[in-house]
């Protein structure tokens, strides 16, 4: 009998993240209201005080959720065994799409960048991003793709915050643009630490992604 | 239900024990009792599951060719360009055959009975549908020749991977498939990928191998 409470409250929290991240996709944190996300999510006051205090809360749990999606995501990635590099570049995509596409991505990234660096919470993500992103760097260093020496965690440092620069130097409204921006990211970064001889392969390979992520890529 | 799972367990468990023993001393060789001895059983248990040797094979030849499929789905099921999801699929289920026993045993059954087992004309009939699906996906794309049918292509791919398993046996039980499967794909990339796309699939296959070849890489 608890266990089916469990997992009705289980599908109204998740109902009240969700509703909060088409909030928190579209407008700033001071902007969005309890009383909006309440309308959206129909459920009572109660129910959502009952899993959130707060609209921090609120926000905080939408970003600790996109840290769990994103560490699946990556793991099913590295399931599929393709070189450490390609590897970082088939992730830099999918966050990509989702970023422009998807709700709950948008928003926790919306909202680790306004209040995430209050609490550590942008340290702890990010570190965490940076970190995984060594890992496979480490590994694109074993495939022989990148040159000796490089420092992998510097790599890994460099491609977060590219990405997430990228987030206010373009248009996550649109898509063409923000993929096409990317890529030049990419290209333009490569020869910093790839071997020369692997570089007109990568190219096209970044080139083949932007591709395949143009068809998939809906915006909001 | 726990009569369910309890069941389920006892089927697996006759199955791994057959793999073993057709692995061991070979299909024509084992018996059922063989069998209900090393799966501990009674002979009650294994007829309730499995009515003969051969409903036996079956099951294990369609058990492997699920896990096989699996693994090229995963693969395909991806973002990824088309041509490049069924080169990189096919490396993961050849390297699938090295460690997966189920797999390993269903294929060789699968040889022995070819002809005269319907499983086998499903499995590969299966195996060239999906296929042809993604080969027409890749001449979409615009990386496979535009003047190419795509189940001619699917055929040929499914074709000689499976006589490169099949070659690798016979020389060296096995142990050489990957680099059986690099060689035929240098030899099909010519054949059949569009003119623009060629050299990017030449290095992705140089890749490819690379990252299964033993020798590590210095520098």
Known sequence: MTEQLDRRADTTRLQILRAASRQFARKSYSVVSLDDILADAEVTKGAMYFHFRSKHALASAIIDYRAAVARASVDQLLARKLSGLETLIDISYLVAVEDIGDETARAGLNLLESIGRTDGLQGDFLGQWVTAFAAIARKAVKDGDLVAHRDSEGIARLLVSMYLGLRQTSNLAEPERFLRDLENMWVLVLPGFVKPDRIDYLNEFIKRRTAVALKKAAPL | ?219
Request: charged share 25%.
């Open chain 2, 1 to 219: 239900m726990v009569r369910q799972a309890r069941s389920e367990t006892t089927r697996r468990k006759i199955i791994t024990s057959a793999v073993e023993l057709f692995n061991e001393i070979g299909y024509p060789a084992t018996g059922l009792g063989d069998i209900i001895e090393r799966a501990e059983m009674t002979k009650g248990a294994l007829y309730y599951h499995f009515d003969s040797k051969e409903s036996l094979a079956t099951a294990i030849i369609e058990g492997g060719s699920v896990h096989l499929a699996e693994a090229f789905r995963s693969i395909t099921a991806s973002s990824a360009p088309a041509l490049e999801c069924i080169i990189h699929g096919v490396f993961v289920v050849a390297d699938l055959m090295s460690t997966d026993q189920i797999a390993r045993s269903g294929m060789q059954l699968l040889r022995a009975f070819g002809e005269f087992n319907e499983a086998a004309a499903r499995t590969y009939g299966g195996w060239v549908a999906e296929m042809t699906e993604r080969t027409r996906q890749a001449i979409d794309e615009g990386d496979l020749r535009g003047d190419l049918d795509a189940q001619a292509v699917a055929e040929t791919i499914v074709g000689s991977m499976l006589g490169a398993e099949l070659l690798a046996n016979a020389a060296t039980a096995g142990a050489d498939v990957m680099q059986r499967v690099a060689r035929t794909w240098r030899v099909l990339l010519p054949a059949i990928v569009s003119k623009e796309s060629l050299a990017y699939f030449d290095e992705f296959l140089a890749r490819e191998s690379m990252r299964h070849s033993p020798a590590p890489v210095a520098d």
